[in-house]
């Protein structure tokens, strides 16, 4: 199994208090990682220190094999980025603006720039100046400046965020095609769950500074697909019934709705319906529900709001 980037109990404080604490992340090669969090949960932050522009207070971060330092130019060249807003020239126009990023980084391939317009869906705009783009059209841009000088990783933050349902479209498509035809490693971080669960091979939830999961999509999907919905109207009675008769620790109270969903996959309907009955629980209703992953994701990253913490 190769992993191209790493990071272990990567911390950053400012001030004595930590906004990423102890972060240990592994993306494969050749892989998009779906990077999902609330605002303010630290995805920022730990990009910005995976490419150099901040300094962690503790931790490592390997990428391509080489531990990061200061003075790694030459590694931090490999990798491709957009972080927050992209900034640009914009008085000039997209190939200009392509230009001069490729004088700074030292890149002198002259088919680069007409390939790499034409990979994110800009053409016809030569003589258009930046200032005139759509938001789509300015986020296209900041991947094609990201992806010119053919970085073996890329970066991007939010790279979604304020598009129209087209220009998520567009995006997502181009993401696919630079990881299954170009051989690029993703990482992206959004705080749209739908936009990264059809997109992503692993994801990484964090909450508060803290990675609190690490996975797979195939191994979510099928894990947690699927849950028992048991309807009642004393919940309280019922979920200590399931806590201490039925060692059950994987379930979520909606209490304004008397909704308990069952997450374990060890005990059955049949063992529910009986502890309840034998504890006098009035069930309304039991049934196996599907779960949308959306829900799933939401859970973690509401991780106070639910019974217990997820595996």
């Known amino acids: 199994m190769t992993y191209i980037l790493r990071t272990h109990q990567l911390t950053k404080a400012y001030r004595g208090e930590e906004v990423v604490s102890e972060v240990s992340m592994n993306i494969r090669h050749g892989e998009i990682y779906g990077f999902l969090g609330p605002n303010g949960a630290g995805k920022t932050t730990i990009m910005k220190m995976m490419t150099n522009l901040v300094k962690p207070t503790g931790g490592e971060i390997e990428i391509l094999g080489e531990k990061v330092h200061a003075t790694s130019y030459e590694l931090l060249k490999r990798i491709g980025s957009m972080i927050e807003y992209p900034i640009f020239y914009e008085k000039l126009t997209a190939r200009k603006n392509l230009e001069l990023h490729c004088e700074y980084m030292g890149y002198y391939d002259k088919k680069a720039i007409k390939e790499t317009l034409e990979l994110v869906n800009l053409v016809n705009i030569e003589n258009k100046p930046v200032k ?17 000088t053919k970085p073996e990783i890329l970066i991007l933050d939010e790279p979604v965020n304020g598009l129209d349902p087209g220009g998520m479209h567009e995006l997502r498509e181009i993401f696919i095609k630079l990881s299954r035809q170009y051989g690029l490693t993703l990482l992206i971080s959004s705080h749209n769950l739908a936009e990264i669960e059809q997109i992503a091979d692993t994801i990484g939830v964090i909450r508060k500074g803290k990675l609190i999961k690490e996975a797979s999509m195939e191994e979510i999907r099928n894990t947690h697909a699927n849950h028992l919905e048991l309807v009642v109207r004393d919940y309280p009675k019922a979920a200590f019934v399931l806590e201490n008769k039925l060692q059950v620790s994987n379930f979520r109270v909606k209490e304004d709705k008397g909704i308990i969903h069952i997450y374990d ?24 529900k599907k779960q949308p992953l959306e829900d799933y994701f939401l859970q973690l990253i509401e991780g106070d709001r639910s019974h217990a913490e997820l595996n």
């Open 132 to 148: 005139d783009f759509s938001l789509g059209m300015k986020q296209r841009l900041g991947l094609a400046r990201a992806i010119i």
């Open 265 to 288: 996959h060890h005990v059955s309907q049949n063992d529910v319906i009986q502890s309840m009955v034998q504890n006098q629980v009035e069930i309304a209703s039991i049934n196996y």
